[in-house]
């Protein structure tokens, strides 16, 4: 499954109407996004339960702005419209499994009463 173009206007219902997501932000200038592209599009074909989003910087320059991108590539995952991990840098595909089987083990709401208990 190819990942999904990702834009101000279906960035937030992607999120919140998925389980799992991965969002990519790149651009096609970056040698770093160019090495991550197929590691990213071979996983996205193992995990087909997984949306796999995916952020062209340059086209959706106010979204990576909303998104405090800096430094691309940048992953970030979501499980349950929450941010459970941001990372600028591509990861080799065993870094990328790992993150992966992470974020389907994270128990969200343990996740979110922890978060909410730091911040009371």
Known sequence: MAAT??????????????QIVL????????????MFAPIYEK????????????????EEQA???AAGISSIPTLMAFKDGSLVFA??????APALSELIGAVRALDIEAARAEAAAKEA
């Open 63 to 65: 979204l990576s702005a």
């Open 43 to 58: 996983a996205s074909e193992e995990h087909p339960d997984i949306v796999f989003g995916s952020v062209n910087t340059e």
């Open 5 to 18: 173009a990702l834009g101000q206007h279906n960035f937030e219902t992607t999120i919140t109407d998925n």
């Open 23 to 34: 969002v990519d932000f790149w651009a096609s200038w970056c040698g770093p996004c160019r």
């Open 87 to 92: 990372q600028a840098g591509a990861l080799p």
